[in-house]
């Protein structure tokens, strides 16, 4: 990489190497400055040469990246028929981008609109990016996979399960089937995970590269398809949770698993309290701790705790926790759709409630945080680090404190139908809210995309690094 920045050493990408990494608030320092990144390049060793120099004067990204297409054919061959024919949509869709830029209209990134119901408006010319869809790339033995970003979540599930593998940080689907069903780009830009992320780690973990188009319609690639590819700033993660502020998702390439050899539920008539308590305590233990729930079900305490690792380490774990404990064992045919239910937000505690003042609330806590005493009902999930409740709109300011005193934060999550214009998040920090700012000013200088984005603080691109 070069760059022309005074006192900044200059390092040339080779075959077997990349540049030296530079912190983000050097690039940024640039932009501050009325300098401009020429380039913007996390590299995959031995892949692509992207230069980088600053110029006075002048507040853009300009890179100079090879066409992602490069690098999926081997020398001297012809690109697959299904790449020749892809290219043109891509750039259809840059020269979109470039007209929307210069006429400063709203473009809104929609795959198969699964998650339409968080955002506080629909604002924007749609562009629709479930016509690029299909596995590019799948290597079993290698844990990796690269996909289009319209492709179907269901449809890259099913494909990992015919190899024995998995998503192991299980996105929500919210709508499985029809014009609803969530996209695999949808999925990267809203940055949700499901109930076990403590465990296994959130979206944003397992993405190793991905190719956007920026607000200027360029074409540009970041990260790679192995687990160390990066060197300075790791801008594919970046763009898990942005929700398409920062540029348009056309490929990514992401880390699956292989399926857990042995799953268990069990379930405990505990209080919140109690159930808090005994959780921290397995927490400490060196129990294959997976995922879990609570909630008040028929009037009573429930605690539901999956296990999931090798058959011997879940037998054991089942007949530890039952001694310490009273509690059953669920049957994996009845308790597999549960979790399922619990991940896309249809267990019966999200019914919409009869009252129509009533939003659902998400709180981000730590798992340590101790019982929210307030006055609505709660599903707490401990791995997932969160509280959902029902709430009225009036109670926003009193939420968002009893957040912020646990060290978190809260938002709102499906607003009634009377408050859907309301901000959904509290304000970020000030300089969390200036970066935030800034990363936008360089990626989409003219603020076409998504002018709504997602409300959930989780899902911001700065809040969440």
Not at 105 to 119: C, E, H, N, V
Not at 309 to 328: D, F, I, R
Not at 415 to 426: K, Q, T
């Amino acid at each position: 990489m070069r760059c022309n920045n005074p006192g900044v050493n200059t390092t040339a990408v080779h075959q077997q190497g990349a540049a030296s990494p530079r912190s983000m608030a050097h690039w940024l320092g640039c932009a501050h400055r009325g300098q401009t990144l020429a380039g913007v390049g996390i590299f995959s060793a031995g892949i692509r040469r992207v230069q980088c120099s600053a110029q006075p004067g002048r507040s853009s990204i300009q890179a100079n990246v090879e066409n992602s297409f490069a690098d999926k054919a081997a020398p001297g061959l012809p690109l697959p028929a299904t790449m020749r024919t892809m290219e043109p949509l891509l750039q259809s869709w840059t020269e979109r981008v470039r007209q929307a830029a210069a006429s400063r209209a709203g473009l809104r990134i929609r795959g198969g609109g699964s998650k339409d119901f968080m955002a506080r408006s629909l604002q924007g010319e749609r562009l629709d990016t479930r016509e690029y869809a299909g596995i590019t790339s799948y290597e079993p033995s290698e844990l990796v996979v690269t996909v289009r970003a319209g492709t179907p979540l269901a449809e890259l599930e099913a494909a990992l399960a015919e190899q024995g593998q998995c998503l192991a940080f299980e996105p929500p689907h919210f709508a499985r089937s029809g014009p609803a069903s969530a996209t695999v780009g949808g999925m990267v830009a809203a940055g949700l995970s499901g109930p076990a992320r403590a465990s296994v780690g959130g979206v944003r973990d397992y993405v190793l590269g991905l190719n956007l188009i920026n607000g200027r319609g360029e074409l540009l690639s970041f990260g790679g398809q192995v687990m160390k590819n990066v060197a300075g700033y790791d801008v594919s993660r970046l763009m898990v949770g942005a929700a398409g502020t920062l540029g348009l998702i056309t490929e990514v390439s992401l880390k699956v698993l292989p399926v857990a050899p042995a799953q268990a539920s069990l379930v405990f008539e505990l209080d919140q309290a109690l159930a808090l308590a005994q959780l921290h305590r397995w927490g400490g233990q060196p129990l294959p701790l997976n995922a879990s729930c609570w909630v008040r079900d028929s009037g009573r305490g429930r605690l539901f705790v999956r296990l999931r690792g090798a058959v011997a380490a879940v037998e054991a774990a089942c007949h530890k926790m039952l001694a310490q404990v009273s509690g059953t064992r669920m049957d994996n045919a009845q308790a597999g759709p549960d979790w399922d239910a619990c991940r896309d937000l249809r267990l019966p505690f999200f019914a919409p409630p009869s009252a129509p003042e009533l939003g659902l609330w998400r709180l981000s806590v730590a798992q340590t945080a101790p019982l929210l005493e307030l006055p609505w009902e709660q599903l707490v999930e401990w791995h997932g680090a969160q509280r959902w409740l029902w709430a009225p709109i009036a109670a926003t300011q009193a939420l968002r404190e009893a957040a912020l005193q646990a060290g978190g934060h809260a938002s709102l999550f499906i607003a009634p139908g009377a408050a859907s214009g309301l901000e959904r998040r509290a304000p970020l920090p000030g300089a969390l809210e200036r970066i935030g700012q800034r990363l936008k000013a360089e990626f989409d200088p003219a603020g076409i995309f998504n002018p709504e984005p997602l409300p959930d603080q989780d899902s911001h691109p700065v809040a969440t690094q």
